[in-house]
């Protein structure tokens, strides 16, 4: 498949496809002389949650005092502790790479903050060289999570450790 919501309906869905280039670009403008950094990830959150079609969660957990816990987000409510190791967040973190999950319901451990979610991505956030938490984000579409949203978000969060 070339992109998300592509294959089905060809040109009419065109015009969601994300320019994740531009995208990592306005998180570097959005941070400009910010020096918060609960400001630069609220407003990252926004910028994703917006941009983004078909999510109901994204967010941060941030590893503090050697645990997940919960960051800026958009979307319902959410748990405030996870432990490194534990469902997508903590796997994540521990394995300190980017986790793409196609259906929630088969991933051994994982926890449900939303009933809704159905696929989800988490990416390890680092700075000066070490663990910073991770980019949480959930669909409540299968597999809405493909290649060009890993490396794309990926490129997103490379523009985010540079404002952090
Ligand atoms: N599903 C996550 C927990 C966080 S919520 O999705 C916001 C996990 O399994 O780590």
Not at 120 to 132: F, K, S
Not at 141 to 155: N, P, V
């Amino acid at each position: 498949m070339a992109g998300y919501g592509k294959d089905a309906c060809g040109a009419a869905f065109a015009a969601d496809a994300v320019d994740y280039d531009l995208l990592a670009a306005q998180m570097q403008a959005l941070a400009e002389g910010v020096e918060s950094e609960i400001s630069n990830l609220a407003n990252a959150s926004a910028l994703l949650y917006q941009t983004l079609a078909d999510l109901n969660w994204a967010g941060f957990y941030l590893y503090q005092s050697e645990e997940l816990r919960l960051g800026p987000f958009q979307g319902k409510t959410a748990c405030t502790r996870i432990a490194v190791g534990k469902g997508v967040c903590g796997t994540a973190a521990q394995r300190d790479e980017t986790v793409v999950v196609e259906n929630v319901h088969q991933f051994p451990g994982h926890i449900a903050c939303d009933g809704a979610s159905r696929s989800e991505i988490v990416i390890p956030i680092h700075r000066n060289g070490a663990l910073y938490g991770v980019l949480d984000i959930d669909s409540p579409l299968y597999g809405r999570f493909g290649a060009e949203e890993k490396a794309g978000l990926e490129k997103f969060v490379s523009a985010l450790e540079k404002v952090l």
